[in-house]
């Protein structure tokens, strides 16, 4: 089926525009008509249009949804990629939401909000016990211990779903094939360091650094191993060339 401009416009909610402006720079070249130089949109052209506003949803820019749309060799290998970066960014959303949430019910009924209602996840006790292994590790090799003592539970909380949709995201771009540059990854790590750096400043170096420590220390290495065989290289080698690029 054919789609004028108008139509796409009015489907996609892309404004005349965007449309046009795609087309000059070659992201979405529909057919012309060269008698009165009318654009035709096709149902490929329609698909093509999905996976750049899925693209835009993460934020990327147009040069890197270009390379990423030329890179993916199906429709499906990019529609999971995207669904996978976007499972990431869903997963910290929801915990601002569910924050959100109670702290407007809270408002309306008058009362403060508690810390222990923030989140639904480990509280303190839970999580020093969670960490006492990796705890003991560090103690016996390097000789130094995380301080337990006064876990932040809401936040170990919301660290610890981030860095879980992180990993996934990245297992699944291990598993795909794809490059350690590639633009899925990259939109993937500048998520995760923003991430870390609400808590301590952290930059694509400092990334580089803990993602080392990861492979040269077993019981860290072992962790990334156990969720994907090669996990721990990928993420090093993904790491790495994002601070070269940096």
Known sequence: ???????????????????????RIGLLVPARDERNDYRTYSDGDLERLQQILFFRELDMPLDAIAEALTDR????????????????RGARIAQVLATLEQAIAHERRGEPMTAD??????????????????????????????????????????AAAEATAFMATMAHAL???LRANDPVV????????????????????????????????DFHRQMLEQQQTGLAYYLLHAAESYRDAA
């Open 186 to 217: 990259v939109v993937a790590i500048e998520g995760h360091i923003g991430a870390l750096a609400v808590a301590h400043p952290t930059d694509a170096a400092g990334f580089a650094s803990q993602a080392r420590f990861f492979v040269t220390d």
């Open 175 to 177: 598993r795909a094939g």
């Open 73 to 88: 060799t199906s429709r499906l290998e990019c529609l999971l990629d995207q669904r996978a970066l976007l499972r990431s």
């Open 1 to 23: 089926m054919a789609y004028t401009i108008t139509h796409v416009s009015r489907l996609s909610g892309v404004t005349l525009k965007t449309l046009y402006h795609y087309d």
């Open 117 to 158: 209602s923030m989140f639904t996840g480990l509280d303190r006790a839970g999580w020093q016990d969670a960490l006492a292994d990796q705890n003991a590790h560090l103690r016996e090799t390097y000789g130094v211990e995380l301080d337990t003592a006064e876990v932040d539970a809401d936040g170990m909380n919301a």
